[in-house]
């Protein structure tokens, strides 16, 4: 990995102290890993410190073939299998904005100044959570404290997102939901309203609001 593509991110201590070891955990693990390599961090390139106004925070990527590629939440267009918990977020984003989304890859939402990140940076083919303990928490805390200073808005999508950002100041807006996951999205993430609530947020500060759709 180079260091270079991650820009503003790549002094966090991380990189020189934590990323070697699991780049070797991940050299040794012996089923496919998603996102593919060169997408692993790539929500950190695509999303630079300074332009970060939201943070969507998630848990891990997604563990099927072809379905993860790299931001939180994203699918590549095209793909064809179910987009579990993609389609709850654009059920809510109708349920919550009246307006319909069909494009699955969430790039112009990080062009936008949303970071799509998730708690873990991998996980292996078909199993959810199997990573969630190789240290991507101190990448994550890192992220979070380097945000911390300037007012941002943060959706805080399940127990391991929330978790996560327990040490957030008090100047930011923090939406904490269930998960949009089928297996959680009706216990709290459905009727949360985050994408008005935001936008709401961003008007009152006098900045332009996120194209969700």
């Keep these: 990995m180079s260091l270079s593509r991650l820009g503003g991110w790549a002094d966090l201590p991380f990189f020189t102290e934590d990323w070697p070891r699991i780049a070797q955990a991940l050299d040794t693990e ?8 060169d997408r692993r ?9 300074e332009a970060v ?31 579990d ?36 940076l991998s996980v ?15 990448l994550v805390a890192q992220v979070l404290a380097r945000l911390d200073a300037r007012p941002r808005a943060f959706l ?10 327990r040490g957030l100041s008090p100047h930011h807006l ?3 939901s269930a998960h949009p996951s089928p297996l959680s999205a009706h216990r709290g993430f459905f009727g949360s309203r985050p994408f008005s609530r935001v936008n709401g947020w961003l008007a009152d500060r006098g900045e332009p609001p996120i194209r969700w759709a």
């Design 174 to 176: 923090v939406v904490a």
């Design 124 to 138: 292996p083919e078909g199993a959810a959570g199997a990573h969630a303990r190789l240290g991507w928490s101190r």
């Design 30 to 37: 012996d089923r496919p890993v998603y996102p593919p390599q």
């Design 53 to 83: 106004r939201v943070v969507i925070l998630g848990q891990d990527p997604y563990h099927t073939p072809g379905k993860a590629d790299g931001l939180a939440f994203s699918i590549p267009n095209g793909f064809g299998g179910r987009l």
């Design 41 to 49: 961090f790539h929500a950190l390139e695509r999303t630079q410190p």
């Design 156 to 165: 805080l999508w399940g127990g391991p997102a929330q978790k996560s950002a």
């Design 85 to 120: 918990s993609l389609g709850n977020i654009f059920k809510e984003l109708h349920d919550d904005l009246q307006v319909s989304r069909k494009a699955t890859d969430l790039g112009d939402w990080a062009d936008q100044g949303v970071l799509l990140l998730n708690t873990a």
